[in-house]
């Protein structure tokens, strides 16, 4: 699981000396490397971006982070390459990726919120807050982080794995889905759970929570104990939902740096090691 490295602090405002700056550029979804290290630019700018485009990130191991985005992805120059963002995750430095989901998240909402979307005058940036302000209408536009919830249903000695029917793999795990507006974590746990697979849970346990920058999210997971229902999957949405205990076969779970994989591995039954007589 991603967590911000402890050698990070957030800034809204850049510091009065930025020394060789990490930049941290994007293009729908993907980051631009040094080919050889790999990391991110860490002198002068590769490619020409306007200065109204580099948002503050913070200062990472004394280093001062920035994010912008690129018109294109035509290379700017050798020894650079564009990377997917989400094809790094759990092949490059978790501090680099951790970093790098902020910077993404800060670069898109700049790039989406250069006009305001109430008048269509030009935004800027507002002082002392990480918001764009209209010039006009005064209308104020924040980072947007959407929540979202995964639950994993124990029964007995049973955790209940779905495989969704936009997945292209095998893969089963845990129920997830997104908030509706006005509505609590819990409620949307409660709902999403019956919606997808036809069940009531109850004993709802808060597990940790992950921020997943493809494109916004803030991951919030759970367990929950089963209360009554038969499965009864989705159409259109889950392919397949099963109750898996310590002698079924395990099937094809998340892996990688997603709190499914860390949710689904902390709780996965299996058989206690037969007691030793004495
Ligand atoms: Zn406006």
Known sequence: MLHTPAAFTPLIDPPAHTDRPLTFIFHQGKLLLQAATP????GPLPLDIPASRLHPVGVWNGRYCQAAWADSDALPVDGYAWHNLRSLFGNADEGLLAVAGRASQIADWARTHRHCGACAAPMQRAQGERAYKCTACGHTAYPQICPAMM????KGDHV???RHTRSTTALYTALAGFLEAGESIEEAVHREVFEEVGLRVHDLRYFHSQSWPFPNS???AFTAEYLDGEIRPQAGEIDDARW???DDAWPETPTSLSIASELIAAHRPRRDPPRIAR
């Open 151 to 154: 639950v994993l249903i124990r």
């Open 244 to 246: 898996f205990g310590p």
């Open 39 to 42: 990391t991110v630019p860490d």
């Open 160 to 162: 209940l794995l779905a």
């Open 218 to 220: 803030l991951m919030l």
